[in-house]
Structure formats: structure tokens, C-alpha cells
């Protein structure tokens, strides 16, 4: 069974901190780039990091300076550090997983989503 699992979000006032972290089947992890996606109500799906197998890493405009993106090879999990949270990060926040996952037609795994929520 393929899985992708979220843990780590929550309520956290604006400027707080938050870290998320996804764990992934081995089969998953080793091949894939890794990377999170979130989407607040009423708005599409919108990229926020992506990490590819080789270590390369992408961020959203929205998000550079204050969020960092990370993987374990040892314990196939994904990270996504959040400082400086602001209310427009307010969303449910997914891991995604494939061989090109910037664009989340091309997503091959979805996790279940955790909710961050930031309160001003």
C-alpha cells in the first residue's frame, strides 16, 4: 500500500512556528521527488516546496525566507519548517510525491492534508 503520512500541524499565533513532517514507504521516498502542497478555502492548490531525490529545492515566492524544506534518506521522511507564520498561510497543507510534482496534475501520491492554522 502506498502511503504518505502527515503529522505536525496546528494553531500557532502569526510569527510562530510550526514544523510538518511526512513519511513515506521506502519505495516511495527513494525514487520520487518529495514536497508540499497547500490550499486555503476557495483557492486552488497551490505549490509551497518541493525537494527532488537528488537534493534540489524549489520554493513558492510566498514562502522563501521562512520555510524550509528537508528529507531523511535514513528515515524517508519529508520536512517543511515554518517560521514566521502569517494568517495567509492558513491552509491544509499536503505531501506530495512523484517523479515531478510543480505542477500538482503531475502528483503521483497525495497524503491525507494537516491543517495550519495562524491566528493574527
Known amino acids: 500500500q502506498v502511503q504518505l503520512v502527515e503529522s505536525g500541524g496546528g494553531l500557532v499565533q502569526a510569527g510562530g512556528s510550526l514544523r510538518l513532517s511526512c513519511a513515506a514507504s521506502g519505495r516511495i521516498f527513494i525514487r520520487n521527488a518529495m514536497g508540499w502542497y497547500r490550499q486555503a478555502p476557495g483557492k486552488q492548490r497551490e505549490l509551497v516546496a518541493v525537494i527532488t531525490s537528488g537534493g534540489t529545492i524549489n520554493y513558492a515566492d510566498s514562502v522563501k525566507g521562512r520555510f524550509t524544506i528537508s528529507r531523511d534518506n535514513a528515515k524517508n521522511t519529508v520536512d517543511l519548517q515554518m517560521n514566521s507564520l502569517k494568517p495567509e498561510d492558513t491552509a491544509v497543507y499536503y505531501c506530495?510525491?512523484?517523479?515531478?510534482?510543480?505542477?500538482?496534475?503531475?502528483?503521483?501520491?497525495w497524503g491525507q492534508g494537516t491543517q495550519v492554522t495562524v491566528s493574527s
Open positions: 506530495a510525491a512523484g517523479p515531478y510534482i510543480s505542477r500538482s496534475d503531475y502528483v503521483t501520491y
